[in-house]
């Protein structure tokens, strides 16, 4: 695989460093000289001095035969900018991108970057996944698929607490793949296995279903 990667800081060295180390070529694009000059020790001819929002800096990377492009620069404009140009002009049908900052992510899914990843909100994420009562944790956006994976701990009370999971009323396009009773390894649940309150429960499904899947698990729990 041939892959461009845009913005030498931590993320994008480090990618650049575990990329090659498996076998891959790899390009990397740095605008900043003094980070540049210090790459060029390490990686050599694999990392290339300019602005990635150039075009011809683009093209002498190699972008036209990128099987990936990564915008990991510090500059979310810059990341959707580099991300539209590889996707848009140069025909690349993978392209992954750095948010710096959450509240752009909006920015990025509708211009259809995607998969647009926000250290932020993974973090976050893992912090709910912790916290006592968390109510529901998206695990996974799979936009491509139309799909997603959430977390959800049933509560005392609801519907689902208590009730074997062929019984459960849950909406068309969902699937537990996933219950983790607490202080028990998780498991693939079958038809007959019972749903208790506590018990942590991974479902796959259409978006949008959020709010049903919660009403039958944790009615009153706060999701995210």
């Not at 390490?42 to 929002?53: C, I, K, M, P, S």
């Not at 948010?99 to 995607?114: G, I, K, S, T, W």
């Not at 018990?199 to 259409?206: A, G, K, M, P």
Request: with cysteine; aromatic share 4%; proline share 5%.
């Amino acid at each position: 695989m041939y892959v461009v990667i845009a913005g030498g800081g931590k993320v994008g060295l480090n990618l650049a460093r575990e990329l090659l180390g498996e076998g891959h070529e790899v390009t990397l694009v740095e605008g900043w000289r003094p980070r540049y000059l210090r790459i060029e020790q390490e990686l050599e001819h694999a990392v290339q001095y300019g602005d990635a929002t150039e075009l011809w800096v683009l093209e002498r990377a190699g972008i036209q035969r990128a099987d990936l492009v990564v915008a990991v620069t510090g500059d979310d404009e810059d990341n959707m900018l580099i991300c539209q140009v590889a996707k848009e002009k140069y025909l690349c049908s993978r392209i992954v991108a750095r948010v710096n900052n959450p509240r752009n992510l909006q920015h990025f899914q509708l211009l259809e970057v995607a998969p647009a990843v926000s250290a932020t909100d993974l973090i976050l994420n893992l912090i709910e996944h912790d916290i006592p009562g968390h109510g529901m944790v998206h695990l996974l956006d799979l936009p491509d698929e139309q799909l997603e994976i959430i977390e959800v701990e049933v509560a005392e009370g609801a519907p689902a607490a208590g009730a074997q999971v062929a019984d459960l009323n849950l909406p068309e396009g969902s699937l537990i793949i996933s219950v983790l009773p607490p202080g028990e390894r998780g498991f693939v649940p079958k038809a007959d296995t019972v749903v208790n309150a506590g018990d942590e429960v991974l479902v796959v499904l259409d978006p949008g279903l959020e709010e049903s899947i919660t009403s039958q698990f944790n009615p009153n729990g706060a999701g995210r």
